[in-house]
RNA sequence: GGGAGCAUAGCUCAGCUGGUUCAGAGCACCUGCCUUACAAGCAGGGGGUCCUUGGUUCGAAUCCAUGUGCUCCCACCA
């Protein structure tokens, strides 16, 4: 195989992709080890991967590869998510396309398309997380709707009804007049929205007067059924008893009074619309008002409105503004701000309306669920959303579970003709329970409920349901060996917006058939936005196609660039040049390979520098290994592939390789060949979990006999004690070589041009003096004539000279030495202050005290050499 | 209206239980280099009023308070 100076990954991506699928290397089954579980966040089964799926899924892949390394059974269990009204939505689009309207279709018909839908677009997001590299265990896979899954959500309704904690009831719901379904108040978004106040006068009954009401919804008032007041309102305590009559329609209706309304908003009189408006139906209930409904399910006045039947609610407010104008009704309209809902899944904006709904009472069981993450047994990352997490659960409210939609779950309840019910899994079974309420029922009288359950009331179960659907709903079953052994899951990687939604109710129901919490570390993720920080959104154009991006940079450098910006919590800006950072990583890698591979390794003597570099590095890398340890328990995963990148780049190839790196053509003695194999393939499998296709097509190149045929079986780097010393060391030797190479930079020495260095001190260099390009490196005792015409530094307390002869300027040594001389007093003088304060003396800890002594002697030291070298200096200028 | 969080280099962010003249990283930028692994590179370099104002302290980017600006969540007075 030909290896090419650019690393070129997507020949080699497919191919090793194929081949860890083939092995069935990401394959899990229970055994003696730990599990490592984690559960992906069902992406919707007709989703295309988007740049969220990209940041989310690479961090699990890093936390399973990771535990997978660390000697744990590590299993992603993928897995897509039926969406109900999000995938009906695009299924009844795609059928008025074809010119089919989904009103005359039957119910079966259109289950029919839908699967269709789904069979043909349903696991497409899956096999584009397969480009990612994600190391799910692929025979695992589920689907909310699969048909075990189903029975476990029907299980469960079945469970929750016989608890009690089901129940069905008119309430106010967030209809959604596109998808024309209630969807739960988690599901409304609401946007601030410029829209108009309307002021209209309501005639007097009886007298020739009128009273004016502000309302922003002129559309609604054939709805009135009264016009209420504050008490306390002196302006209209004459209106008590009154009748006022709505505009248009003329019909009477009632003047209240209730403390609920605010004098100060709009006039003080507020027209009450129980049928559309929350507030106004605990208003109307209060008062014994009744309740007149006209707008239907798609958002068209109905013939209780009088007027203006079948038109769109917003056509209608437009004319109706007009009607009312024209009759002298309309006194004024003012500019107001108003905070509309928003269907999440439609963007319709909602109407509030009564209907019969299912309700789920969340009171109790969300207890337990909130001393999950109270108590720390489950934690959040970044523990800020645990305030939000407790004053979501706090204030919980019924969780109304029932979608006017088709695709989704059936709601397991059977109406008798009289119009009770009961719920039963099946016909059969209904039909037993309804011979007891009425025992010459007949099997045909019976018929289901219409609806579905909301999509979340089947992945509430995802963490027990992936393993064991049978035991949902039952939490006295045993279990099957899966969930025996895969639950409670560990890690959950998931964008704080569901944490609602999802999260807290996963909890919930972990808890109620498992009695345990399903998982023990939720990571949430940002958001990821573009370079101003706006949304990715289809309309802004601004988001990137993952394919074409990994097709374009390879996946490890789209999952480096990912990650490098991605702490947890906070909205990733995203830009392409960190993927080109990432892809550039990749290049260095394949590079620093590269002259690895062409090196021949030969039988001898293994060079002073090479040993020493080999017993540097190897600190080194324990060192930054224990930090990337450290940052993994802390899931600060950005810093930890940063930990990886400069160990790489900086430490491994500009200055481990550069020192042990033969001449070009020479051989390498075998003993620095072997540590030096050794410490590639310990970096790489750091890399791996970060970047897993080059990493294992170098490891497996690398490792042609080796009887593990792939990086992700092996273990990670232990971690090892290792001399804190050696590695400071070194970082006065990089000061040295930092010094040397500017010198030559200002001076304009080539790197070829060999130099002389002599050191006043004990300091050893010598196996770094290839980084210098030395020819002589003396150790001096004292300021001798041979460094007349010399450069000066100081490292520590050591001094280095490098003869300069006719290059040397002495006015700019002079200059540069008197800097640092006027630095170091500066210096000296904080630290004597400090020292001089009776206070900081006597208060702060011994350590610190003793640690400014040492500054201050060492500075004083420093001050001696500079005062002795500037002398010579002008003694020589003259 | 209620709650939470954030503000540090041009950008994205570290900076943990106050303690080095503490101000740091990556990217970007500037300068010089095509030096037999790598120009997707090498070497060197510049760059910040740690948002404001007070307070606590021997000592504050760090703790407290105020103000300002931004973000998010919850609630919805029509």
Sequence with gaps: MEITAKYNPVEIEDRLYAYWLENGFFDSDPDERKPYTVVIPPPNVTGVLHMGHMLNNTIQDVLVRRARMLGKNACWVPGTDHASIATEAKVVAKLREQGINKDRLTRSEFMNHAWEWTEKHGGIILEQLKKLGASCDWRRTRFTMDEKLSDAVIDTFIYFYNKGLIYRGVRMVNWDPVGKTAVSD?????????SKLYYLSYPIVGENASITIATTRPETIMADVAVCINPNDERYTQMKGKKVLIPLINKEIPVIFDEYVSMDFGTGCLKVTPAHDINDYTLGIKHNLPVID??????????KAQILIGEDRFDARKKIAEMLDDAGLLVKIEDYKSSIGFSERTDAIIEPKLSMQWFLKMEDIAKPALNYVLNGDIKLIPDKFKNTYKHWMENVHDWCISRQ?????RIPAWY???????VAKTLDEAFTLAQQKNSNIKIEELYQDEDVVDTWF??????????DPAVCGHPEAKGNADVNYYYPTNDLITAPDILFFWVARMIIAGHEFRGKAPFSNVYLTGMVRDRLGRKMSKSLGNSPDPLELI??????????????????GNDILYDNSQVEQGRNFCNKIWNAFRLVKSWNAEQIPQPNHAAKAIEWFNARFNKILKGIYDNFDKYRISEALMDAYKLFWDDFCAYYLEIIKPAYGSPVDKLTYTATLNFFENLLKILHPFMPFI?????????????????????????CDFNEQTVDTFEQVKDIIINVRALRQNKNISPKENLDLFVKGDFDLSFAGILMKLA??????????VIENASSFLAGTNEYYIPLGNKIDISEELEKLEKELEYTKGFLKVVNNKLNNEKFVAGAPANVVASERKKQADAESKIKILEENIARLQASKV
């Design 186 to 194: 988690e599901e409304v978004i609401h946007k601030d929205i410029n």
């Design 405 to 409: 939609l088709w695709w989704g779950q």
């Design 551 to 568: 097709a374009q940079y390879g996946a490890d450098g789209v999952r480096v660039g990912m990650l490098l910006c991605s702490s947890a």
């Design 458 to 467: 089947s992945s509430w179960l995802w963490p027990v349901s992936v393993f």
């Design 416 to 422: 008798l003709a009289d119009g009770s019910f009961v």
């Design 294 to 303: 006209i707008i239907d399910s798609d958002g068209r006045l109905n013939e």
């Design 695 to 719: 990493t294992e097509e170098i490891w497996l190149i690398l490792n042609d006999n080796s009887e593990n045929k792939t990086i992700m079986r092996t273990l990670q780097p232990e971690l």
């Design 776 to 785: 002589n490196l003396s150790k001096i005792e004292k300021t001798e004539n």
